[in-house]
């Protein structure tokens, strides 16, 4: 091969990957923008705050999840008993079954294409060597729809009170050159789950979370659900990498937040955001599964033509009918403003957003 040839064909290539990343096809607009409130300002304290983190539709009502416990001896998750996400504070009521306790920093709901099941992950981000006192971090609960006060938890044997036993299988799939026995740090901040398969969305790698690495990355693992026991059938490997194009996101250090699988459209909704102290912003992407296997992202846009941005740092999606999504934000201590409205402590920002 000649040197212009092989410059020709390394351009092509370069061209070819970039493309990968950078499609743009689908458009959104934000019909909705407002605060719920996870329980009354009075009860705010420096442990306490509303940080929400994770939301699913189950066809009837809208469960969602803190990533902080919550005043009052409440377990971190709640249901809004509504078909519509209302600021309503009536219509919230908490589950009460001692297990949501025992798991903390809750980050993605999933719920399966055939509207069995429904998951709740935490973010697998901390252990403690010969202690058991950090378990609950690494916690993955599933139940059947309906029965929200019965969860279980997926675990190796089907018997343990955390999924800790899984954290080497994480640690393995993402080893890489400099840890290739598997990194010693990650977060898990996506879960989705289609009626075979389950997904996890990494957002962050390292050797601690003092220097975190933030990506894009997709865990794949195949599932039964056997007598009421959801057991993992296969090795985890990971199916997609993304490295979200620059020229469309800015310089910012973008890691995933959210994966969900959209039934309707037969495809995957994905979020990545950023966070500073002073600022954080969000992203929305859409992909096939098969466009996930081969590791191409859409980036979704506004009507207007420009990349949808979010100025919250959306935590969780979840897919409402065929055009419609509602995304819960956790914006930490921030007090976010948005059209006028400043977010307080007690309260978390949602969007409905319109897709086509």
Not at 328 to 338: A, G, M, Q, S
Request: charged residues 25%; aromatic residues 10%; hydrophobic residues 35%.
């Amino acid at each position: 091969m000649t040197k212009k040839s092989l410059l020709i064909c390394s351009i092509s290539a370069l061209l070819f990957v970039q493309c990968r990343t950078s499609k743009i096809v689908e458009v959104a607009e934000i019909k909705e923008q407002n605060c719920i409130s996870c329980f009354q300002p009075e009860l705010v304290n420096s442990k306490a705050t509303c940080e929400t983190s994770a939301i699913v539709f189950d066809g009837t009502k809208i469960l969602i999840a803190n990533d902080k416990d919550m005043p009052d001896g409440r377990t971190s998750v709640f249901a809004i008993l509504s078909n519509t996400i209302t600021t309503d504070t009536s219509k919230i009521v908490y589950l009460k079954n001692p297990i949501f306790k025992a798991a903390k920093k809750y980050e993605d709901f999933a719920i399966t294409p055939n509207q069995g099941l429904i998951f709740l992950s935490t973010g697998f981000d901390r252990v403690k060597d010969n202690s058991a006192e950090w378990d609950g971090f690494n916690t993955i609960l599933y139940w059947e729809k309906g029965q929200d006060e019965s969860p279980k938890v997926l675990s190796e044997d089907g018997k343990a009170t955390s999924s800790v036993g899984l954290r080497k299988q994480i640690s393995k799939v993402l080893a890489n050159e400099k840890f290739p026995e598997g990194v010693p740090y990650f977060k898990v901040e996506g879960f989705a789950a289609t009626n075979t398969h389950l997904y996890l969305g990494v957002r962050e790698i390292g050797e601690s979370f003092q220097n975190p690495i933030y990506v894009v990355k997709v865990i794949e693992v195949p599932y039964t659900f056997k007598n009421g026991v959801v057991s993992l059938s296969g090795a985890m490997k990971i199916v997609a990498d993304f490295q979200p194009d620059k020229q469309l996101v800015g310089d910012v250090k973008l890691g995933l937040s959210s994966i969900e699988y959209d039934r309707f459209n037969k495809r995957f909704v994905i979020l990545t955001s950023y966070e500073t102290p002073e600022n954080v912003g969000a992203y929305l992407w859409t992909a096939s599964l098969n466009d996930l296997r081969s590791n191409k992202i859409s980036i979704v846009k506004s009507s207007n033509g420009e990349v949808l941005k979010l100025n919250t740092k959306a935590e969780d999606v979840t897919v409402v009918d065929k055009s419609t999504l509602y995304i819960i934000n956790d914006d930490d201590r921030l007090k976010t403003k948005v059209n006028g409205q400043t977010r307080q402590l007690n309260q978390a920002f949602y969007q409905v957003i319109s897709l086509k």
